[in-house]
């Protein structure tokens, strides 16, 4: 080879190079926008919804046509929504995720169950809202009330917590249960006694995640739980409840005084976000931290 | 002595009858509650379809869907939902046109180019943004761009298409790229260094190598954050401007199908024809979304879904 044609490969290596180097450039943008989209929209609502936070702000009620006051009703009621979803969800989907892990044999069921869970997945969060009313509202005569909202937000969750318990089931060393089984435990002593137990933290994790999605949704919970305003804090699980999300919807269209009330408005938004956002930071640090120890 | 003990340990085990029929009653109660996630996606298209179906004793089918007038409250009302289906297939196509580049080159940029601590502040904050309540986008879009959006263009309000889509970009950039980050990643290393080993460059690598090993994971990725545009309520209800017309403008106000829902319900008198309409409205989105899905789950067919990005 002549040395012409070898700084020719150098100069086309070169050129190439060059490319990939702007190339990339437009990877790092991407990835900074999105990262920083974050910090953009939580930024702004932070600065200007942090003066509006004080304590008279998160323990009393609304008042004056909810122009004043605070919005410790939509607190409580969201706490009970939430609550309510995963202690309907979590027995169901841990019990789906342990016969999805543990029981079911390659086949149709199986691919029938996994089609179900998919496509609940990937419902719109109103058409559960309409779901909501038309069956635990109106069919099951719940009425408008906690009960119905949590199942309505329970079935949208169910979801997050059967995929989340099945990675941590999967995670669970096979040689656990052959340990056990070999011990003479039957397949149920080994789930309840050995599988379950080591599984417990990535069943947590899911069930934060699974509680942070709830806590934020609105649409489910329009039509089938969530009013513009109750005088008083909800009683039984049977009364209707106001809900931080629905709140900030309300306050920002719907209100008497729209421009007038922007500061509660972002500082509902914080709580809300500050509630949603710390629940899912304890779940992935504690999900990040267990998957580095396996 | 010996075989006396044996004697009543196999007596013991034969006693022991109950405990496989004890297992099978077990298995057969996590069955059952394992088939509580096909039970609730049956009611949900149960109840949909007897609340949406008595409007079609009002209007055809074909005038429902393909009828421009969405007037549900007019005299004699107008129940035409054309406009609201092409405002959320607007939308949706908008918003993908920005979610698409962005979240797949984010994804590119974690599983290739990125150092392990920038990976590790990047994914968590991809997935924390993942998890923003839609509402709240929905008000940072309507309080703090629509006003920006209004000046920047002259517009008579910022509620509109091109906000919304915006808006609900920002929804889907966190599925696209959590998703086609999992693929990316999970593409064989061996792939990648021969392709290095044959003097390619890290960028040609990927054109070449990566993406096409990883295009099943990517465009599943690419539909289920589209799915996700077109569901998405809030959003479109805060920050679309809320005209049920076919928009002749990118910065014209719309009304896509999930809005009108949201919106209209709790208006709509118990079982009239208006409630009947917006159940329908919902029997169409949930067809939509649900092709939407389809599609997703045969492309992710080969390719196993892991994560939580889609839920």
């Given at each position: 080879m002549k040395a012409s044609e070898f700084s020719s490969i150098s100069d086309s290596r070169k050129r190439r190079k060059a490319m990939e180097f702007i190339v990339f450039l437009f990877f790092r943008i991407s990835a900074l926008i999105c990262s920083f989209g974050l910090v953009i929209i939580v930024g702004f609502i932070a600065v200007k919804g942090l003066s509006s936070i004080t304590w008279t702000f998160l323990t009393q009620p609304p008042v004056k046509m909810m122009t004043e006051g605070g919005i410790l009703p939509c607190i409580m009621g969201t706490i009970y929504l939430s609550l309510g979803a995963i202690l309907i969800a979590v027995p169901i989907g841990v019990a789906s995720a342990v016969y999805l892990t543990e029981y079911a044999a390659p086949g149709r069921l199986l691919r029938a169950i996994r089609l179900g869970i998919n496509n609940l997945a990937g419902i719109p969060s109103v058409i559960f809202g309409l779901f909501g009313l038309a069956f635990f509202v109106i069919y099951l005569g719940m009425g408008v009330s906690i009960l119905a909202g949590a199942c309505t937000l329970s079935a949208l969750t169910l979801p997050v917590v059967i995929s989340s318990t099945e990675e941590a089931l999967r995670a669970v060393p096979q040689t656990y249960r052959e340990a056990s089984l070999g011990l003479g435990a039957t397949k149920w002593q080994t789930i309840y006694r050995v599988v379950l137990p080591s599984a417990l933290p990535g069943i947590l994790t899911g069930t934060i995640l699974g509680l942070g999605r709830a806590a934020g949704e609105t649409a489910p919970i329009m039509f089938t739980a969530a009013v513009f305003f109750t005088p008083s804090l909800p009683s039984s699980i049977f009364d209707e409840v106001m809900a931080l999300p629905y709140h900030i919807y309300v306050l920002a269209t719907?209100?008497?005084e729209i421009e007038k009330t922007r500061p509660l408005q972002f500082g509902t938004a914080l709580v809300l976000i500050m509630l949603v956002l710390g629940l899912n930071l304890v779940a992935i640090i504690y999900r990040s931290k267990l998957r580095r120890r396996k | 002595m010996v075989s006396g003990s044996t004697e009543s340990l196999i007596a013991a085990i034969s006693s022991g009858e109950t405990r496989p029929r004890k297992e099978k009653i077990i298995r057969f109660i996590f069955l059952m509650i394992a088939t509580g996630s096909i039970v609730t996606l049956a009611l949900i298209v149960l109840f949909l379809v007897a609340e949406g179906i008595p409007i079609f004793k009002e209007t055809s089918p074909y005038q429902f869907i393909f009828?421009?007038?969405?007037?549900?409250?007019?005299?004699?009302p107008d129940f035409g939902i054309f406009a609201l289906i092409i405002a959320s297939l607007l939308v949706t196509a908008v918003s993908s046109l920005i979610s698409i580049p962005l979240g797949v080159l984010t994804a590119l940029y974690l599983a290739e180019i990125a150092r392990p601590k920038m990976r590790e502040i990047i994914k968590p904050a991809v997935e924390m943004f993942a998890s923003l309540p839609s509402v709240v986008i929905g008000f940072f879009g309507m309080v703090i761009v629509a006003p920006l959006l209004q000046d920047a263009f002259n517009l008579?309000?910022?509620?509109n298409l091109f906000n919304a889509s915006l808006m609900l970009a920002f929804m889907s950039v966190p599925t696209i790229t959590s998703i086609s980050e999992d693929a990316i990643f999970a593409v064989p290393r061996d792939l990648k260094e021969a392709s290095f080993a044959l003097g390619a460059t890290h960028l040609e690598t990927i054109v070449r190598v990566i993406i096409p090993a990883s295009i099943s994971g990517i465009a599943t990725a690419v539909i289920l954050g589209m799915s996700r545009a077109m569901g998405e309520t809030m959003v479109v209800l805060m920050v679309?401007?809320?005209?049920?017309m076919i928009p002749s403008s990118l910065f014209d106000p719309v009304r896509p199908m999930p809005a009108s829902i949201a919106a209209e319900m709790a208006e709509?008198?118990?079982?009239g024809d208006h409630y009947h309409a917006l159940f329908a409205t919902g029997i169409v989105l949930f067809l939509i979304t649900l092709i939407f899905n389809i599609i997703a789950e045969r492309i992710s067919h080969r390719y196993r879904q892991v994560g939580e990005a889609t839920l």
């Amino acid at each position: 080879m002549k040395a012409s044609e070898f700084s020719s490969i150098s100069d086309s290596r070169k050129r190439r190079k060059a490319m990939e180097f702007i190339v990339f450039l437009f990877f790092r943008i991407s990835a900074l926008i999105c990262s920083f989209g974050l910090v953009i929209i939580v930024g702004f609502i932070a600065v200007k919804g942090l003066s509006s936070i004080t304590w008279t702000f998160l323990t009393q009620p609304p008042v004056k046509m909810m122009t004043e006051g605070g919005i410790l009703p939509c607190i409580m009621g969201t706490i009970y929504l939430s609550l309510g979803a995963i202690l309907i969800a979590v027995p169901i989907g841990v019990a789906s995720a342990v016969y999805l892990t543990e029981y079911a044999a390659p086949g149709r069921l199986l691919r029938a169950i996994r089609l179900g869970i998919n496509n609940l997945a990937g419902i719109p969060s109103v058409i559960f809202g309409l779901f909501g009313l038309a069956f635990f509202v109106i069919y099951l005569g719940m009425g408008v009330s906690i009960l119905a909202g949590a199942c309505t937000l329970s079935a949208l969750t169910l979801p997050v917590v059967i995929s989340s318990t099945e990675e941590a089931l999967r995670a669970v060393p096979q040689t656990y249960r052959e340990a056990s089984l070999g011990l003479g435990a039957t397949k149920w002593q080994t789930i309840y006694r050995v599988v379950l137990p080591s599984a417990l933290p990535g069943i947590l994790t899911g069930t934060i995640l699974g509680l942070g999605r709830a806590a934020g949704e609105t649409a489910p919970i329009m039509f089938t739980a969530a009013v513009f305003f109750t005088p008083s804090l909800p009683s039984s699980i049977f009364d209707e409840v106001m809900a931080l999300p629905y709140h900030i919807y309300v306050l920002a269209t719907a209100g008497t005084e729209i421009e007038k009330t922007r500061p509660l408005q972002f500082g509902t938004a914080l709580v809300l976000i500050m509630l949603v956002l710390g629940l899912n930071l304890v779940a992935i640090i504690y999900r990040s931290k267990l998957r580095r120890r396996k | 002595m010996v075989s006396g003990s044996t004697e009543s340990l196999i007596a013991a085990i034969s006693s022991g009858e109950t405990r496989p029929r004890k297992e099978k009653i077990i298995r057969f109660i996590f069955l059952m509650i394992a088939t509580g996630s096909i039970v609730t996606l049956a009611l949900i298209v149960l109840f949909l379809v007897a609340e949406g179906i008595p409007i079609f004793k009002e209007t055809s089918p074909y005038q429902f869907i393909f009828g421009k007038l969405w007037y549900p409250t007019s005299d004699p009302p107008d129940f035409g939902i054309f406009a609201l289906i092409i405002a959320s297939l607007l939308v949706t196509a908008v918003s993908s046109l920005i979610s698409i580049p962005l979240g797949v080159l984010t994804a590119l940029y974690l599983a290739e180019i990125a150092r392990p601590k920038m990976r590790e502040i990047i994914k968590p904050a991809v997935e924390m943004f993942a998890s923003l309540p839609s509402v709240v986008i929905g008000f940072f879009g309507m309080v703090i761009v629509a006003p920006l959006l209004q000046d920047a263009f002259n517009l008579a309000t910022g509620l509109n298409l091109f906000n919304a889509s915006l808006m609900l970009a920002f929804m889907s950039v966190p599925t696209i790229t959590s998703i086609s980050e999992d693929a990316i990643f999970a593409v064989p290393r061996d792939l990648k260094e021969a392709s290095f080993a044959l003097g390619a460059t890290h960028l040609e690598t990927i054109v070449r190598v990566i993406i096409p090993a990883s295009i099943s994971g990517i465009a599943t990725a690419v539909i289920l954050g589209m799915s996700r545009a077109m569901g998405e309520t809030m959003v479109v209800l805060m920050v679309a401007g809320g005209a049920a017309m076919i928009p002749s403008s990118l910065f014209d106000p719309v009304r896509p199908m999930p809005a009108s829902i949201a919106a209209e319900m709790a208006e709509a008198p118990f079982r009239g024809d208006h409630y009947h309409a917006l159940f329908a409205t919902g029997i169409v989105l949930f067809l939509i979304t649900l092709i939407f899905n389809i599609i997703a789950e045969r492309i992710s067919h080969r390719y196993r879904q892991v994560g939580e990005a889609t839920l």
